[in-house]
């Protein structure tokens, strides 16, 4: 799709810039007329602007030869991006006031395309013709629908399906939208497993608690949570964030409602500070790394180590929150109780 006023971007949603990056939008607090994003592929015309490691594999969007970087989440191959991006394409960086840090944020006008991932899959569901990938792809969405109750439009197909750029080897990336849908399809994969109809395909440890990723007639799947939008409750600038120190703690959860999401939010209390005098305690650990999504439930006990920051509302009184991912490397939450994959 196009883009348009009134796109509302949401995380996960991916953009094809008017250069031919590649972009996936981070979170749900934009600036006006921008999205708050980071680079997943980079034009192999550009690639050798950029001083990043990349795969030996090729991708094709319509005329387009696309790179992927190696490791292009670390903190370093981050600072090389917002270095390229602010010697030769500064418009794509954006010196953000509200949070205090240099971040990638793409002008509306510079956008080609959008791909949503429920605009993607009910693209697929209309064709009549149909690889192989793309096939199970719609298959797997229409069993866990069933499976699930979960309505076919509250899925959304992201990755390389969505952009027709897939190949042998590639997984089926799946998007689920709404919390408690989410956990209705959660408990529904859980059945299926149990069924013997999927199977669950973890590839780091912490992957056994999120039991996210699977294996559909062989192929490998994950699924992830992305906000309706009357779950979005806040808009960019109604609070500030200032860093303020480093921080690890040992905590409970008391809240995971929003612990599937990009960022994911886990309300807490009981906090053990573990390095060093106890200082300001945050009532929120909030990871804007992926992987630390959905990692622990109501009445568990995590570590995590992060950013403590200090939130400013606009209207309500100031808190304290830490931040896993904030730039720093080493940042992490580890669940304390066992919910491995039996």
Request: with cysteine; hydrophobic share 40%; charged share 25%.
């Amino acid at each position: 799709m196009k883009t348009s006023s009134k796109w509302l971007p949401r995380d996960g949603d991916v953009i094809l810039s008017r250069e031919g990056f590649i972009f996936y939008v981070f979170g749900y607090e934009h600036p006006p007329g921008r999205a708050l994003a980071f680079l997943k592929y980079i034009p192999e015309a550009f690639s050798e602007l950029f001083p990043l490691d990349f795969l030996d594999v090729r991708w094709r969007l319509g005329d387009i030869v696309l790179l992927r970087p190696k490791n292009l989440y670390t903190p370093r191959n981050y600072r090389s991006i917002i270095g390229v991006f602010r010697e030769h394409f500064p418009h794509y960086v954006y010196d953000c006031p509200i949070n205090g840090k240099t971040v990638i944020c793409v002008p509306f006008s510079h956008i080609s395309r959008v791909f949503p991932p429920d605009a993607c899959l009910q693209s697929l569901l209309r064709s009549g013709s149909l690889d192989r990938l793309q096939s199970l792809a719609v298959g797997l969405v229409r069993l866990l629908s069933e499976a699930s109750g979960v309505a076919l439009d509250d899925f959304g197909v992201h990755g390389s399906i969505a952009l027709g750029m897939h190949r042998r080897g590639s997984d089926i990336d799946l998007v689920v939208y709404g919390a408690e849908n989410f956990r209705r399809v959660e408990k529904a994969v859980s059945r299926l497993v149990d069924e013997g109809v999927l199977a669950y395909a973890p590839k780091l440890p912490i992957d056994a608690v999120r039991r996210h990723r699977g294996l559909y007639r062989g192929v490998p799947f994950v699924y992830n949570a992305v906000r309706k939008p009357e779950e979005i409750r806040t808009c960019y600038g109604d609070s500030t964030y200032r860093a303020l120190h480093p921080m690890r703690v040992r905590c409970r959860v008391v809240g995971d409602g929003e612990a599937m999401f990009r960022p994911a939010v886990y309300q807490v209390d009981s906090v053990e500070t573990l390095n060093g005098a106890a200082s300001e305690e945050p009532r929120e650990v909030v990871s804007m790394i992926g992987l630390f999504r959905n990692v622990a439930r109501i009445g568990d006990w995590i570590e995590a180590s992060g950013m403590l920051e200090r939130v400013s509302p606009r209207t309500g009184r100031p808190y304290y929150r830490l931040v896993v991912g904030s730039g720093r490397p080493g940042e992490y939450i580890r669940p304390l109780t066992d919910r491995a994959v039996r």
